[in-house]
C-alpha cells in the first residue's frame, strides 16, 4: 500500500524580508519531501505567511502602510523566494484566505461546542515580537523568555482550557516516543508542562487585525491559534472535516524552529485533542543559525540574503551548504567563507571535477560512448563494495534527519571514486589496453550515477544535469540495486560547479 506524508514549514510572519533562517526551514522541508517522494511516499508539502497579529500592525503603521498592503508585499517575497530555492511545494497558505478565515472560524467553533472556551480577563506581560504573554515570574532579566521587549497589558479575552489537558498530553508523549525531536527538545516541553498549565488566553481586543471570534467581532482570534490553524486548512478542512480518516494527515511532520516546538507540540496537540483529532506524528525541530558568529540583525548588516547566494552559486549549492554545514538540531554559524570553502572543496573540486574528469575522457578516447564490461577485478569489485557499503546508510540517515551525515556518506563515496581513478590510471591505457581503460570509466561512472541520484533530494538541479549527460530520463525512485543501463552514449558535457575564485561578493540583504 501506498505510504503518506504530510510534511509542512512553518508559516512565516509578513513583518520582515525572508533572510537565511527561514530558507533554512524550508529547504530541510523540500530536501524531505523529495526524498519521501524518492521513496515512494504520496507526499504533501505546504508552506505560506502568517500574515496577523499586533507585530504585522505595528509594522505596517510605521512603513505608512495598511496591514493588508504590507501582508501583501512581505509574502510575495516569501512566495517568489520559493522557485529560487527550488522548493517543490504543493501549496502555499495565506493566513489572509477567505479558506483559512473559514477553517479558523469553524475550528473555534468546534472547540466553543466542545466545551473548552470560556470568557475571562488576561492580565500580563505582552511580548508583541513573540505574540505571547507572560506571568510576571516568567520574565528574565525584565524580558519575556523568548527575549522580547513587554508591556504589562491587560485585556478581556476568550480562554481555550489548556489546563485540563496536562496528563493527556504528557501521556500522549510517553505513548509516542517519537512525537518530539530531538529528545532534548521533548524534555524541554516535558518539564515546561511538569511545572503547571495554565489556560491559554486565544482572543485579542486591543487590536483589530486578525479573525474576528465569531458571534463577538470585538475579539480576534489569537495569532498562534490562527496559524496553527493553517495546517488544517491546506488539508481541507473543515469540507474535508474527518481528518482522521485523511490519509495524509495519518502522517503530519510539522518541521519548525527550536523557538516554537512549544506551540507545536503542545498548543496545537491540546487544540487538536480538544475537538477530536489525531494530533500531528512529529514536530522536527531545528535549531538557529548565526551569521558570521553573531545574531542577524539589519542594524549589524550581517543578515544573509538567500537571493544573493542562489544568483551568485545557485540554488543546489544554497541547499547543500546549509544541510552539510549544521548538525540538525544544533545551532550553527553562517559565514560566507566556509561557504565558499564547501563549494570550491566538495562541489567543485572533489564531485564536480570527478563528473567532469570521467566525462570528458569517455567523450575524448570513446567517442562518448561506453557499454558494461564482461568481467570485473577484484579493485572493482571491491570498490563497488565500499562505495554500497557507504551509500546504503543514506535512506536510514535522512529518516533520522541527519542530513549533514547523509551529505557526509556521499562526499565520502565520491572520495573513494576519485581515489579509485587515481589508482586504476585509465589514461595510462589508452593505448596498451582499451578495453581495461572502458571498465574502469564504466565502474567509475555507474558508481558516480549511484551516488549522483541520492545527492538529487539536496541538489536537485545538478542530480539531474548529470543524468541528462548520460542521456537518460532522469527518475528518482530509490533503487538498492540502481545500475547504470549497460550501454551508455553521453549528451552534452557540462560544468556541473564552476570554482569560485573571487570572495569579494556581496551576501548580505540590503534594505
Ligand atoms: N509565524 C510563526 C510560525 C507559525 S507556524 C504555525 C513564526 N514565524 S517566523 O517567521 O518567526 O519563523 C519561522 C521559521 O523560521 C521558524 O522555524 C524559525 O525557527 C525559522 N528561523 C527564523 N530565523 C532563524 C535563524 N536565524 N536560524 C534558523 N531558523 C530561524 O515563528
Not at 497589558?153 to 518530539?180: A, G, N, Q
Not at 541538489?459 to 530520463?473: C, G, H, Q, W
Amino acid at each position: 500500500m501506498k505510504k503518506y506524508i504530510f510534511i509542512t514549514t512553518p508559516i512565516y510572519y509578513v513583518n520582515a524580508k525572508p533572510h537565511i533562517g527561514h530558507a533554512y526551514t524550508t529547504i530541510v522541508c523540500d530536501v524531505y519531501a523529495r526524498f519521501c517522494k524518492m521513496m515512494g511516499y504520496n507526499v504533501k508539502f505546504s508552506t505560506g505567511t502568517d500574515e496577523h497579529g499586533k507585530k504585522v500592525e505595528q509594522s505596517a503603521i510605521n512603513n505608512g502602510q495598511t496591514p493588508q498592503q504590507f501582508a501583501d508585499e512581505i509574502s510575495t517575497l516569501f512566495k517568489d523566494l520559493l522557485p529560487i530555492l527550488n522548493i517543490s511545494n504543493d501549496d502555499f497558505i495565506r493566513t489572509t484566505e477567505s479558506r483559512h478565515t473559514k477553517t479558523v472560524k469553524y475550528f473555534w467553533k468546534k472547540l466553543l461546542d466542545a466545551g473548552y472556551i470560556y470568557l475571562g480577563q488576561y492580565e500580563g506581560w505582552y511580548d508583541i515580537r513573540n505574540e505571547a504573554y507572560f506571568s510576571e515570574n516568567e520574565l528574565i532579566d525584565g524580558k519575556s523568555p523568548l527575549g522580547g521587549e513587554v508591556t504589562y497589558m491587560t485585556e478581556p479575552c476568550y480562554f481555550f482550557k489548556l489546563s485540563v489537558f496536562r496528563d493527556k498530553l504528557l501521556k500522549y508523549y510517553e505513548e509516542h516516543p517519537d512525537f518530539i525531536f530531538p529528545i532534548s527538545r521533548k524534555n524541554e516541553i516535558i518539564s515546561f508542562i511538569k511545572q503547571g498549565l495554565s489556560d491559554l488566553a486565544i482572543s485579542r481586543t486591543t487590536f483589530s487585525w486578525g479573525i474576528s471570534v465569531p458571534n463577538d467581532p470585538k475579539h480576534v482570534v489569537y495569532v498562534w491559534l490562527d496559524a496553527l490553524t493553517n495546517y488544517l486548512t491546506v488539508n481541507g478542512y473543515p469540507e474535508n472535516e474527518d481528518q482522521n480518516e485523511d490519509p495524509y494527515w495519518q502522517n503530519v511532520v510539522h518541521f519548525v524552529g527550536k523557538e516554537i516546538v512549544r506551540f507545536h507540540a503542545l498548543y496545537w496537540v491540546a487544540f487538536l485533542m480538544a475537538v477530536g483529532i489525531k494530533p500531528p506524528k512529529q514536530v522536527v525541530s531545528h535549531g538557529w543559525w548565526l551569521s558570521e558568529g553573531q545574531k542577524m540583525s539589519k542594524s549589524l548588516g550581517n543578515v544573509q540574503d538567500p537571493y544573493k547566494y542562489c544568483k551568485v552559486f545557485g540554488s543546489d549549492a544554497l541547499r547543500y551548504y546549509m544541510l552539510r554545514e549544521l548538525s540538525f538540531g544544533a545551532d550553527g554559524n553562517f559565514s560566507k567563507e566556509s561557504f565558499i570553502k564547501r563549494y570550491n572543496s566538495v562541489l567543485a573540486d572533489s564531485y564536480g571535477n570527478l563528473c567532469n574528469r570521467v566525462l570528458t575522457f569517455i567523450q575524448k578516447y570513446c567517442d562518448g560512448v561506453i557499454s558494461r564490461p564482461e568481467t570485473l577485478t577484484n579493485d572493482d569489485t571491491a570498490f563497488y563494495t565500499s562505495v554500497l557499503e557507504e551509500i546504503n546508510l543514506c535512506p536510514q540517515l535522512m529518516h533520522e534527519y541527519s542530513f549533514s551525515k547523509y551529505l557526509e556518506k556521499l562526499e565520502h563515496s565520491i572520495t573513494l571514486a576519485n581515489q579509485y581513478l587515481d589508482i586504476q590510471k585509465p589514461w595510462t591505457l589508452k593505448v596498451s589496453n582499451k578495453n581495461r581503460m572502458k571498465a574502469i570509466l564504466y565502474t567509475c561512472l555507474e558508481n558516480i550515477y549511484k551516488i549522483t541520484k541520492l545527492l538529487y533530494p539536496v541538489m536537485p538541479i545538478a542530480s539531474e544535469k548529470f543524468i541528462r549527460i548520460l542521456n537518460i530520463e532522469p527518475e528518482f525512485k530509490y533503487n538498492q540495486n540502481e545500475k547504470l543501463p549497460n550501454n551508455i552514449t553521453l549528451g552534452k558535457i557540462k560544468i556541473l560547479f564552476p570554482k569560485i575564485n573571487n570572495d569579494d561578493i556581496d551576501v548580505y540583504t540590503t534594505v
